[in-house]
């Protein structure tokens, strides 16, 4: 049982606390310090060894002419900040907060400029699928998140590791700390703030099939909603088409979806159709990402797919010495066959002529927490930036612009923070709320007979995947709220097999699970709540996308185990909305700037 | 324990593994895992026999421990792509990836580090 006198006795302080220590969280801790505050991070995993931006692709995404002009790449200057933007809103079906989008654009050069002045080596600009311009700049992710972690020491910026944010602690004025737990000892640890920046990421790990890291579970989202903030576009988690299905040491992978890419590669059904030629007949495997995933889905559903519930990828049709070929200009991690830290050589007999078992992937989290343009929650105190925010991509991300949203919005986080901090006064915790908190997981881990958390957490993913998915239906959305209704009465009595505190991975998992059927529910009530198809929401049941009647955003609350889902129409700042019906997949068409632009397209 | 060959890099194994498990019925063979468990004053050795797959790492099959026999078993892991090195252990004594190094056979796991052990495969930064 813990001690909430020694809790708040050996409580740590600071002015801003940051939640997630990698791509946002590592930029809003730097600069929160830079500004005079003082800052503790905490991270899940470790610094610079977890978390999403670790495994990102390589690109950051800026306008081309900036590339050239403030970076001194090899850029196009007939793009502009306010081109690039149009492409967000395309991408983002127009769901997109336009002062975000206005606001990420302007700043991304300036905020890649200070990556290079820091040491960060920018290889290469590319155009990715969507953008109009060449405007990739290529870093890795593991590069990029080892450098801020590199900066985080030299700002002397205390990290705590492997620390599980339980609850924020809030009194009338504000968020006054949080209550985490220390995995590896195994005991709660208070920190007391000013300011909180959430920058915890997306909630990937929920689906059964991830790109992302074990950790991306949803948890700031989850305890966002907790203390009163609000959710927005939880409809929309982005899936990436052509991962590996298996084998399972390679599940998620991403290698097939870059070759598909970047060659003819043949998406394939169990008869061997293209079955993208009902979806997208001129694009074929080219057509966006939501696209590819969608029909993948279909093709399952409608008893088409693969051996192990997939579909397949092939390039078997193209001449084996030009496929040969292509392991000599792939991207650099891709050459030779090799997919990340694997070979597929040591998988496949020769894998360039053998059909690929693929499907979608939960790759990213275009919702989350509202925020507006000072990454205010509307909570006093409470910030959050980065992945598991909403607003800035919409619907649909553009590729590349998830490592740009970690620095544009990691870096605004850590200046609005500071300043609101250096106006507030360290206040302590309400000791009932504390004392509620830590009863709660200190019931956790009592030992018992409930059901153990690993396995609620395979009901959890099962659910996610066969009822929510993809391809969502009203009648499986009601199947998956009845569902998650029976594992919430489940909640409760989880129980630990093991007592001993030290790394108790079913504490965590247990933890999890609370906020993971939090984050599923949200998705689900929205998918409810939205009666047409866009961006990353495709409905069976309302297949087409209709900007007549679906141009809002939906923001949801949740107060003593009570939703309120609040439709707020999408408002024109800078370019004007769509108008009427369109085909799933069919981009909307941009129709002018509004008056600060007045540019025609 | 097995004296088992130790586990190869993934290169090794396609001409082993694979080969084998596609001529035999899925289910029919199986893969002992042993694992150094407890911390620093206590430890033993438990043995789990997990049903063989083709192309399951070691991580993979210390997940399938965990999902399907026993919860308690604690070991790390993050990214599964061989980046993070927050599932590194030693296999058959060779410091290795759980993530990319691939199950051939009856394995021994243990932590990284043996002095700086916080539980079963977990170890100090």
């Known amino acids: ?601 | 324990m097995s004296a088992s060959s130790l586990p190869k890099s993934a290169a090794s194994l396609k001409a082993s593994s694979l080969t084998d498990n596609a001529a035999s019925p899925a289910g029919k063979k199986t893969i002992c895992i042993s694992v150094k468990r407890g911390d620093r004053v206590h430890s033993w050795v438990e043995s789990y026999t997990i049903p063989s797959e083709a192309g399951r790492s070691i991580l993979g099959g210390l997940q399938y421990i965990r999902d399907q026999l026993d919860p308690t078993l604690a070991f790390g892991g993050s990214c599964r792509i061989g980046l993070c090195s927050a599932c590194m252990l030693r296999a058959n004594g060779k410091p290795a990836r759980a993530c990319t190094v691939l199950l051939e056979g009856d394995v021994f796991l243990e932590p990284l580090r043996a002095e700086e052990v916080v539980r079963d495969l977990v170890v100090e930064d």
């Open chain 1, 1 to 601: 049982m813990t001690d909430i006198d020694s809790l708040l006795e050996e409580s740590l302080a600071c002015d801003v606390l940051v939640i997630g220590a990698e791509g946002a969280g590592a930029r809003a801790a730097l600069e929160a310090a830079r500004q005079g505050a003082s800052v503790i991070a905490m991270t899940k995993g470790k610094s610079g060894r977890s978390g999403a931006t670790l495994t990102a692709g390589g690109e950051i995404s800026i306008d081309s002419r900036s590339a050239t002009t403030v970076l001194g790449l090899d850029g196009d200057l007939d793009d502009s900040p306010e081109t690039f933007a149009l492409d967000m809103l395309r991408a983002g079906e127009f769901l997109n907060d336009q002062r975000l989008v206005q606001v990420h654009a302007s700043e991304a050069p300036y905020r890649i400029k200070e990556l290079v002045e820091w040491g960060a080596k920018l290889e290469d600009l590319v155009q990715g699928p969507g953008h109009a311009y060449k405007r990739g700049v290529w870093i890795t992710g593991l590069k990029l998140a080892r450098l801020l972690s590199r900066r985080m020491k030299l700002a002397k910026i205390p990290v705590l590791e492997e620390r599980m944010a339980l609850e924020i602690l809030t009194d009338p004025d504000g968020v006054t700390g949080v209550l985490a737990l220390d995995i590896r000892r195994g005991r709660l640890e208070l920190v007391r703030c000013k300011a909180l920046v959430l920058a915890t990421g997306g909630g990937m790990r929920i689906f059964p099939l991830v790109t992302a890291p074990e950790e991306l579970t949803g948890d700031g989202m989850a305890m966002a909603l907790r203390c009163g903030a609000r959710l927005q576009d939880m409809e929309f988690p982005m899936f990436l088409p052509y991962t590996f299905l298996t084998p399972s040491a390679l599940s998620g992978n991403v290698f097939p979806y870059e070759v598909s890419a970047l060659m003819n590669a043949h998406a394939l059904n169990r008869f061997g159709e293209r079955y993208l030629q009902r979806w997208d007949p001129h694009n074929m495997e080219h057509t966006t990402r939501d696209v590819n995933s969608v029909a993948a889905a279909v093709e399952v559903l409608e008893g088409r797919g693969s051996l192990h519930g997939g579909t397949y990828l092939s390039l078997s049709h193209l001449p084996p010495n030009l496929v040969d070929f292509s392991s000599e200009w792939l991207p650099p991690n891709r050459r030779n066959w090799m997919a990340d830290g694997f070979n597929l050589k040591d998988f496949f007999e020769t894998p360039g002529q053998e059909a690929w078992e693929v499907a979608p992937a939960c790759h990213f989290w275009n919702g989350g927490v509202h925020i507006n343009d000072r990454c205010e929650t509307g909570l006093p105190g409470l910030y959050a930036a980065g992945e598991g925010t909403a607003g800035i991509h919409g619907a649909n991300r553009l590729s590349g612009n998830g490592l740009t949203m970690t620095q544009v919005w990691g870096q605004r986080a850590g200046k609005f923070a500071g300043e609101g901090a250096a106006e507030t006064k360290l206040r302590p915790p309400e000791r009932d709320q504390l004392q509620l908190a830590v009863e709660k997981f200190d019931h956790l881990c009592l030992p018992g007979s409930g059901p153990n958390p690993l396995e609620l957490r395979r009901q959890i993913r099962r659910t996610a995947g066969e009822l929510v998915g993809i391809v969502r239906s009203g009648e499986r959305l009601k199947q998956a709220q009845v569902e998650i209704d029976r594992l919430r009465s489940e909640l409760p009595h989880q129980s630990a097999r093991s007592p001993q505190p030290e790394s108790n991975f079913e504490w965590v998992e247990a933890l999890q699970n609370e906020n993971q059927l939090d984050v599923l529910e949200a998705i689900v009530l929205s998918s409810l709540g939205r009666h047409e198809s866009r961006g990353a929401l495709y409905r069976q049941d309302f297949p087409e996308a209709d900007d007549d009647h679906g141009l809002h955003n939906q923001v949801l609350g949740r107060c003593c185990g009570e939703w309120t889902v609040h439709k707020r129409p999408v408002e024109a700042v800078f370019a004007s909305l769509p108008v009427g019906v369109r085909r799933y997949g069919v981009k909307p068409h941009v129709a002018s700037l509004s008056e600060n632009g007045g540019q025609q397209e």
